[in-house]
Each structure stands twice: as C-alpha cells, then as structure tokens.
C-alpha cells in the first residue's frame, strides 16, 4: 500500500523556519516528480513545489521562491520542504505529492500536516 507521510509541520512565529518531510512508502518513487501542495481555510489547495525524480529540477510558486526550498533523497524515499522567512500568508495544511514514474500528474498524496506561522 502506497503512503505518503508528512511531518515537520507546527506553530512558528513570523520570520521563522520549517523543515517539513515526506516519507514514502509501499513502492519506490525514485522515478516519480514529487511535490508539496497547500491549502488554507476557506481556500482552494494551491501548489507550493515541486521536485522532478533526479533532483534536477524544481519548481516553484512565486509566493514562495527565494524563501523554500525542495529537496529529496530517493536512497531514503524522502522529499523536503525547508520553510524560511515564513509569513502568516503561508499558514495552510501542506501536502506532499507523487506522480507516477513517467507521468505528470499527482496520483498519490499524503493527510497533510499544519503549519500556523502568528503574526
């Protein structure tokens, strides 16, 4: 069975930082493009990051470039998301994501773990 775990999530105050993880689990997604999504109250989920399977590549959301950082370790089946500078604009449950091997699209994601960033 495929999961995706997340953790690292919590309460910080403005200008803090973050690391959220990704353990994956139930098959190896050392070929699949992985992601960190978000989604606060009363909005739609937005997408924060993404990574491709070799590290390479990464995306991200303008509301976030220059202050996260995606990264994994495929030998551990782990991505990660170092939060810096944090504003209460990025309080959210975060999601981590996975495509299939070769595919574009999420297929897999994990419960989400909060982040409240206070003012």
């Known amino acids: 069975q495929v999961q995706l775990v997340e953790s690292g999530g919590g309460l910080v105050q403005a200008g803090g930082s973050l690391r959220l993880s990704c353990a994956a689990s139930?098959?190896?997604?050392?070929?699949?493009?992985m992601g960190w999504f978000r989604q606060a109250p009363g909005k739609e989920r937005e997408f924060v990051a993404s990574i491709r399977w070799d590290g390479i590549n990464t995306r991200y959301a303008d509301s976030v470039k220059g202050r996260f950082t995606i990264s994994r370790d495929n030998a551990k089946n782990i991505i990660y998301l170092q939060m810096m500078s944090l504003r209460p604009e990025d309080t959210a449950v975060y999601y981590c994501a996975a495509t299939s091997a070769g595919d574009s699209v999420f297929s897999y994601w994990g419960q989400g773990t909060q982040v409240t960033v206070s003012s």
């Open positions: 139930g098959r190896s997604f050392s070929r699949s493009g």
